[in-house]
């Protein structure tokens, strides 16, 4: 067997790690390089605050998350003093009863109802960058037509399925007519075409008989009054018809219920608003405007989120973040709507905009599911 003098052995070795070590080092080239390259795929997407977007930047879309939006329905009894056709005559007829004499409304606030609604915060909207696509992972947006997101994932380009979503319409409501009925003689009487004066006569006359009826009805003198539900209809009917004669006179107020609504949206930075004046003469006016009792909403958060360690909003505004997307952790608040010193409604709802900002990564084979509502992650699927 041949053997090998100490110096070859030596330089044969030395020969062999020279090797192994370009080996090694080319080696981990190819992973560094596959590492960097394998880095760039994962960066699909980049989300960015919209108003850091360059004017007529494209390659992307915009989503909104949702802002808390109140809508206040105010129910008012609104009275309208409605002067009487011969309210001239009104003294030498009724002598010692009060009669309109000039039109007027009055208005009673005596209800207040809110509900909650969603819409797109402007706030809260981001402009999201579609990076050159490669591999098997493509990007999954679902969002409203009104731009608020609903889900996003990073899904094979296989496996991907078109979604499409139905619009909203609206139901139409069928509306019923009203019928107006009246008394024939009435009707009759007002058309006859004769003086204020003759009318007066006439019409004081008609009142006259009215009134001697009912008396006949309810002193039994007429048959029909033994039976009790016979009595009531025609002693109703009797009365109505005086009251219609007697208004020609008098006047009348005619009393309806109408609902104001004002929408609100609550602000971290103001905790109490102006949003309307009311008073019985005008009614509802919106803004600062007008005279009346101011009404104020006022919204405390209850410092729900305040344990979260969230983003900053310069954070938020002035950087871009890859592969992630921002979701909401929203805000339970006390609100409080007021009219002048009175309270109408006090309630707890959740404030979305009065919550934190968050990210969220976006993982391959994997879909975050957001609430419309309220822009919170209510779901996370691994596929």
Known sequence: ????????????????????????????????????MGGQLQAQLTTTFAKNVSPGQHNGFYYSLPQTMLKLDFVIEETKLEKGLLSDYASDYFEMENYVEFEAKEYDLVDVKMTSMATPDPNALFF???????????????????????????????????????????????????????????????????????????????????????FYLISGD?????????FNSMYQKLDEMEK?????????SVTKK???TVYVIPNKEIQEQTVAKFSTTEGLTLGTSGSGNMITVQTLSLNTTGSI??????????????????????????????????????????VNQLGELLMAPIINNSKLVFDTETGQIVNMRMQ
């Open 222 to 230: 007429v048959e029909m009054a033994s039976n009790p539900e016979t």
């Open 258 to 260: 109408v609902v104001k």
């Open 128 to 214: 999201v960058t579609l990076n050159t696509i490669r591999g098997y992972w493509r990007p999954q947006f679902d969002i409203l037509p009104n731009g608020i997101i609903r889900s996003v994932g990073m899904g094979k380009a296989a496996d991907l399925e078109e979604e499409t979503v139905d619009p909203v319409r609206e139901v139409p409501q069928c509306c019923k007519k009203e019928e107006v009925n009246g008394d024939a003689s009435f009707m009759s009487l007002m058309m006859s075409g004769k003086t204020n004066a003759q009318l007066a006569r006439e019409v004081a006359d008609k009142i006259a008989e009215i009134r001697k009826a009912k």
């Open 244 to 252: 219609e004669y007697a208004s020609l006179f008098l006047g009348k």
């Open 1 to 36: 067997m041949m053997r090998l003098s100490k110096n070859t052995y030596f330089w044969s070795l030395k020969l062999n790690l020279t090797k192994m070590n370009k080996i090694i080092t080319k080696f981990a080239l190819v992973l560094l390089a596959l590492t960097f």
């Open 309 to 350: 360690n969230a983003l900053s909003p310069s954070a938020v505004a002035s950087m871009s973040y890859e592969n992630k997307v921002f979701y909401r952790a929203p805000e339970m608040a006390q609100v409080k709507v007021t009219c002048g010193k009175t309270v109408l409604l006090e309630e707890r709802v959740i």
